[in-house]
């Protein structure tokens, strides 16, 4: 049990790094607090992979600490910093039982067979795999063997860190949902600090408390997912979170007040920094409503898809897709409409960088 | 009513030919000559199974089958740790790759005989490199035309060099197959190197060795044209193995009746031996 500080950390898989393009990580600084359960999510790409593997050892960062406790871990390998790591696809010992399997990390570390079984008797009991625990682990479904691959993870109580690494990828749809939520209750039941890296918002906001988004080897945003989902810091979080994702409309700003397509928009405040100019409009499709009394920005509907629940609407205003999410009545192909955005939740963005503040208006 | 489609026979008639021509027929041939005794002239008496036991009881059918399964039991003894060994010292990624691969893979490429003829020069005691080495440099008494112990190491040692690469190159690659996750999580698990390779490694190689050891077992076994380019069997009948033994009553005695049993025998044992390594080797695999 520990936190995790991230100092920063440059990582770069060239030898002679010339520009920022080069780097893998550009430069994080990031505390993990003890016994939190946090998700890294991020488009394949980003960096997530190779942040979980600095901070399990297994690479060495270019620059930059790790610090568990305050005490530098940097130079130590995997071994010593005592940290659990699921992979992707399912590790495990072929040759040895389920029970054997789960016993592995405790009896490399030399712990009294007493203290394994009580162990690993208590890891099957969570992960309800104790009538499997004589089987040839070979034997087992991908999805029973990722189970054992994080039953290796949960089974040492001194870890300092759980990481997972999009290790739902190999399962069967109807039980990746299974799987999450035991990975939800193992957490609260053994507390340890967990990290999950994937690159599935669903399963980033269903398991964790604090979600890190990150992009192009930079953290973007961390927040719990409320915050993700409703106040995205960069126009990147508001596509990558949310289905369909934050409409982002080009702008003009002119004395603090913002124009699209020549009409005025109202913001949830005042915009920060000076200087007009263009900037983008960001507004969730769930707060775009059907406009009931002829005000608001004119558009013309072109597509509408029912999706169960609601209704997804999809229409063009000043040449720009705007989506947005109604629920019941809905407009039909072709219909002239006015969009009326919610006032409380639009905001501006110069530069992708969140830029309005809240609060304000009318 | 469900028609019958005779066309398939079209498509199975060639193998069946093919196979027919290169083993089934050449084999009843022999089977033919194993029951029966001939003077010449193409003159042939029935003889039922009176080779088969003859050859059964011989003591020199014995010692020749004696001295064939020392040599195989030697040859996997060394060759298999060794090729392993070998495998897991080469580079898994870089330069030294390609270099190492072609490196291992060209004493396979040299033809038998010419094995067989380079050893032979290269232990002459007073010209070849090593023959030379050992007796005038060291001053260690080394001649496999005379010494039968010399004659044993040599050819083994010849073995070894120009087949140990097989085992290599079928080590080498169930290792590079084995994903990076693995050495990661055992690295996690807090894994000794031997726990690496006992539960790791060895189980991953496991499907490739079991065909480096079959044949292995099945070239060794069968071996002929280098021992006998080498030794020709001696000193005395030292290093005469069964294929060498074979080969002098069929073709040295013209015993057609005694040598098409024996080859049957040969066979059979071969056959059997091969069946029993792949059984015990598989025999864990469908186990839960």
Redesign the interface.
């Known amino acids: 049990m520990a936190q995790i500080k991230l100092s920063n950390l440059r990582h770069s898989y060239s030898p002679n790094p010339s520009s920022d393009a080069d780097y893998a990580l550009k430069k994080i600084d990031l505390t993990w607090d003890d016994g939190g359960a946090y998700a890294l999510l991020g488009p394949s790409g980003c960096g997530k992979s190779t942040l979980l593997n600095i901070i399990s050892g297994l690479l060495v960062p270019s620059e930059g600490q790790i610090l568990f406790n305050d005490q530098d871990v940097t130079a130590l390998p995997p071994a010593k910093r005592n940290i659990a790591q699921v992979f992707q696809f399912p590790v495990i010992y072929d040759t040895m039982t389920v029970y054997d399997n789960l016993a592995f990390p405790l009896r490399n570390r030399g712990r009294d067979e007493d203290i394994v079984k009580q162990r690993v008797m208590a890891i099957a009991e969570m992960l309800e795999v104790e009538d499997m625990l004589t089987t040839r682990a070979a034997n087992l479904s991908p999805d029973n063997k990722q189970k054992i691959s994080m039953g290796r993870g949960l089974v040492r109580q001194d870890v300092n860190v759980v990481m997972f690494d999009e290790p739902l990828t190999v399962i069967d749809p109807h039980l990746k949902w299974k799987l999450r939520s035991k990975l939800k209750e193992l957490h609260l039941r053994v507390k340890a600090t967990m990290i999950y890296v994937t690159h599935d918002q669903t399963e980033a906001l269903t398991f964790a408390d604090q979600v890190v988004v990150m992009q192009e080897g930079e953290v973007v945003q961390i927040g719990t997912p409320v915050e993700l989902f409703e106040r995205p810091a960069h126009t990147f979080v508001g596509h990558f979170i949310g289905s369909p994702g934050m409409n982002v409309l080009p702008c003009d700003v002119k004395g603090g007040a913002a124009f699209f397509g020549g009409e005025k928009v109202e913001l949830e405040g005042a915009v920060q920094g000076t200087g007009d100019g263009a900037a983008e409009i960001g507004i969730r499709p769930e707060f775009v409503s059907i406009s009931s009394n002829g005000s608001g920005v004119a558009a013309t509907v072109r597509k509408v898809s029912d999706i169960g629940r609601h209704k997804v609407v999809e229409a063009v205003a000043h040449d720009q897709r705007v989506h947005a999410i109604l629920e019941g009545e809905a407009p039909n192909h072709g219909d002239a409409v006015k969009l009326d955005f919610k006032q409380t939740q639009t905001r501006l963005y110069k530069d992708g960088w969140l830029a309005s503040t809240p609060g304000g208006g009318a | 009513m469900k028609t019958q489609n005779q066309r398939a026979w079209l498509f199975v008639t060639p193998v069946l030919l093919l196979v027919a021509f290169n083993a089934l027929i050449p084999m009843m041939t022999v089977v033919n000559y194993s029951v029966q005794e001939t003077f010449g002239d193409n003159l042939f008496f029935w003889e039922g199974l009176g080779w088969f036991e003859q050859i059964l009881r011989s003591e020199r059918f014995h010692a020749a089958l004696g001295r064939q399964l020392f040599f195989t039991v030697m040859i996997l003894i060394i060759e298999v740790p060794l090729g392993v060994a070998i495998a897991l010292a080469m580079p898994k990624k870089g330069f030294w790759v390609p270099f190492c691969l072609v490196t291992m893979a060209l004493p396979m490429l040299i033809p038998w005989n010419v094995v067989g003829a380079m050893w032979n020069i290269f232990t002459l005691p007073d010209i070849g490199l090593l023959g030379y080495f050992m007796n005038h440099t060291l001053g260690i008494s080394y001649d496999m035309t005379q010494n039968p112990v010399a004659a044993w190491v040599t050819i083994i040692v010849m073995d070894v060099w120009h087949w140990t690469s097989l085992v290599v190159l079928l080590a080498y690659a169930g290792l590079v197959s084995i ?1 990076n ?2 050495y ?2 055992a ?6 190197n031997w ?1 690496v390779f006992r ?2 490694q060895l ?2 190689m496991k499907t490739v060795l079991t065909i480096a050891v079959l044949l292995r077992f099945m070239d060794s076994f069968n071996i002929y044209t280098e021992p006998f380019v080498l030794t020709g069997g001696g000193p005395g009948n030292s290093t005469t193995l069964l294929s060498i033994d074979l080969v002098k009553i069929a073709l040295g005695q013209f015993d057609l009746g005694p040598a098409a049993a024996m080859s049957l025998i040969y066979f059979a044992i071969t056959l059997f031996a091969s069946w029993l390594f792949y059984t015990l080797m598989t025999m864990n695999d469908n ?2």
């Open positions: 994903p996750a693995y990661q999580a690295e996690i698990d807090g894994a000794s726990a539960f790791i189980p991953k186990k839960s």
